[in-house]
């Protein structure tokens, strides 16, 4: 694990449910007005077990996610910090994929998307 592994970076929200060469299953929760550190997340697929609103900021960009329970989206490998800017608790499930993809996610891409 590296520095920058949101399971290192903030334990208190993220556990690691399942892991083997291929693929890495993260749970995430936070509370309202929770905010993380800086970590980074490689090409993963995120599914939403709660509705959650919450801003997602890497330097100068940020974006602002409303998600309903049962979502399902892709999160191209970035580097960001995650805030609950929300009414209620936000927990999700993470598919970190471990294989490369064929192509580089295109720039400016932050946060989830379909």
Known sequence: MSHDDPAVTDPEFYTVIFENDRVRVLEYRDRPGDR?????HPDS??????GFRRRVSSGDREVEVD????????????????????????????????????????????????
């Open 36 to 40: 993380t550190h800086p970590h980074r």
């Open 45 to 50: 697929v995120m599914y939403t077990l709660s």
């Open 67 to 114: 998600l309903a329970a049962g979502q399902v989206r892709w999160l191209a490998a970035q580097e960001h910090v995650g805030e609950n800017i929300g009414a209620t608790v936000t927990h999700t499930i993470l598919v970190e994929l471990k294989e490369p993809g064929p192509a580089p996610a295109p720039t400016g891409v932050l946060g989830p998307t379909p």
